[in-house]
């Protein structure tokens, strides 16, 4: 598999399994030392980047993201990838849904178990909360 396959695999990856909350296989995208940033802060080490994220979906029933192939730069045993991304959730408990518009750039580093995220930096472009039908 081409390095810039196996990258779009993992960018991948991640968006599926953030999706499904199967955060193991989230967290198996990041290297242990991976910083997370979000426009509230930058969250070093890949546990406490799990952790936030659970925090995070936690006032949601479900949340699905759907990401654009990513432009990747591959450079040795480094990349770099941009990628867009749509994420919709349902706020727990409610007839109410957010929209988050963002895009992803991102460090990944070549590592004995693939390719896995170094820094992944979610840049917001929108937020937008509608009203949902209820499921019947």
Same mark, same amino acid.
């Given at each position: ?10 960018? &991948? #990856? ?6 499904? $909350? +199967?955060?193991? /296989?989230?967290? *198996?995208?990041?290297? @242990? ?33 759907? &990401? #654009? ?6 450079? $040795? +045993?480094?990349? /770099?990838?941009? *990628?867009?991304?749509? @994420? ?49």
């Amino acid at each position: 598999m081409s390095d810039i396959v196996a990258i779009q695999q993992l960018l &991948n #990856a991640y968006t599926e399994a953030a999706s499904r $909350g +199967d955060w193991t /296989t989230v967290a *198996s995208c990041f290297t @242990e030392d991976a910083i997370w940033e979000t426009p509230a802060g930058k969250i070093p080490g890949r546990a406490a980047a799990i952790a936030k994220m659970q925090e995070l979906v936690g006032g949601f029933d479900y949340i699905v993201q759907m &990401n #654009a192939p990513g432009v990747i730069t591959v450079t $040795g +045993d480094t990349a /770099t990838a941009r *990628s867009v991304i749509r @994420e919709c959730g349902k706020i727990k408990g409610q007839d109410m849904a957010m929209e988050f518009l963002a895009h992803y750039n991102d460090k990944i580093v070549r590592t004995a178990d693939g390719w896995k995220f170094a820094h992944r930096v979610f840049v917001s472009q929108g937020m937008h909360s509608f009203a949902i039908s209820p499921l019947g």
